[in-house]
T-cell receptor, first 114, second 112 residues
Framework: NAGVTQTPKFRVLKTGQSMTLLCAQDMNHEYMYWYRQDPGMGLRLIHYSVGEGTTAKGEVPDGYNVSRLKKQNFLLGLESAAPSQTSVYFC?????????????FGPGTRLTVL | GNSVTQMEGPVTLSEEAFLTINCTYT??????LFWYVQYPGEGLQLLLKATKADDKGSNKGFEATYRKETTSFHLEKGSVQVSDSAVYFCALPSGAGTALIFGKGTTLSVSS
């Protein structure tokens, strides 16, 4: 099992450009998440999904959109990138019943917006 | 809503020293508590968890006890190694139980 994979690993964008980050998991998990990690801020939840076809906003959703067309994939889109979106992005998945189950993380995508 | 506060870093120790990283929480009820670890260049991975009050989670020589009286879940290790150098995150479920809330992370550096 590959676990949680993220594509790409690195990306540099210019302000105003768009891109999509892909997250895939092969553990048949219901829940998937997108976080961003910034120095001194820990991890902040952008969007999450509790099942195929569903998405919900997290703590910092502005400037991002997501889609969960297939259970195993969770896409994060930036329609018009801004320098404030320079960050490391992590995808995670978990089975339902979060109270006692762990989240499994991907290796991250380092995004720089110039 | 639920929240978590962990001690600021960085923490710098010599090999074989004792480690404590403080974590306190605010929550409705008694949710599960977690410690995650992030090694350089990698994603987070679960280090240990406790699912109810007075439980002790343990893994790789690390321990943390769920203390409801002090609303704490401090991470400890009796003798750290250079390979323990990483960022450590305390976490608990959000009030809705659909996501985790993470602390800001504590960077540990261990020198030989």
């Amino acid at each position: 099992n590959a676990g949680v994979t993220q594509t790409p690993k690195f990306r540099v964008l210019k302000t105003g450009q768009s891109m999509t980050l892909l997250c895939a998991q092969d553990m048949n998990h219901e829940y998937m998440y997108w976080y961003r990690q910034d120095p001194g801020m820990g991890l902040r939840l952008i969007h999450y999904s509790v099942g195929e076809g569903t998405t919900a906003k997290g703590e910092v959703p502005d400037g991002y959109n997501v889609s969960r067309l297939k259970k195993q994939n969770f896409l994060l889109g930036l329609e018009s990138a801004a320098p404030s979106q320079t960050s490391v992005y992590f995808c995670a998945s978990s089975p339902p019943g979060l109270a006692s189950d762990e989240q499994f993380f991907g290796p991250g995508t380092r995004l720089t917006v110039l | 809503g639920n929240s978590v506060t962990q001690m600021e870093g960085p923490v710098t120790l010599s090999e074989e020293a004792f480690l404590t990283i403080n974590c306190t929480y605010t929550a409705t009820g008694y949710p599960s508590l977690f410690w995650y670890v992030q090694y350089p260049g990698e994603g987070l991975q679960l280090l240990l968890k406790a699912t109810k009050a007075d439980d002790k989670g343990s893994n790789k020589g690390f321990e943390a006890t769920y203390r409801k009286e002090t609303t704490s879940f401090h991470l400890e290790k009796g003798s750290v190694q250079v390979s323990d150098s990483a960022v450590y995150f305390c976490a608990l479920p959000s009030g809705a139980g659909t996501a985790l809330i993470f602390g800001k992370g504590t960077t540990l550096s261990v020198s030989s």
